[in-house]
């Protein structure tokens, strides 16, 4: 199983980014594929989580509601996730994770890639 995430930048307050991960060895009908960002001097939090089994389903934390959009493209393997608003709080490191939909957990996180928002 391998996670890579990319898209990572600095850019300003007001700015926007997308996040991409791409996977291998997992698929979406067997795992959900979750967004996590460690903000500096802080734990790691979950941001946002896609599932498809038959009809996709998307959740988000509070602070990613309405600014977030988590996707996903079968086709090319690859997991999304559009920010757009960002704000000086949305910096920190962000990580892709593959959490296993049945059996045993088995959970799979990718490297991170760093997002900062600065002006």
């Known amino acids: 199983v391998q996670l890579v995430e990319s898209g990572g930048d600095s850019v300003p307050p007001g700015g926007s980014l997308r996040l991409s991960c791409a996977y291998s060895?997992?698929?979406?009908?067997?795992?959900?594929m979750r967004w996590f960002r460690q903000p500096p001097g802080q734990e790691r939090e979950w941001v946002a989580t896609?599932?498809?089994?038959?009809?996709?389903?998307?959740t988000y934390a509070d602070s990613a509601k309405g600014r977030f959009t988590i996707s996903g493209d079968n086709a090319k393997n690859t997991v999304y996730l559009q920010m757009n608003r960002l704000k000086v709080e949305d910096t920190g490191v962000y990580y892709c994770?593959?959490?296993?939909?049945?059996?045993?957990?088995?959970?799979?996180w990718g490297q991170g890639t760093q997002v900062t928002i600065s002006s």
């Open positions: 994770n593959a959490r296993s939909r049945f059996g045993l957990v088995r959970d799979y």
């Open positions: 060895g997992v698929t979406l009908s067997e795992y959900n």
């Open positions: 896609i599932s498809s089994l038959g009809t996709e389903r998307t």
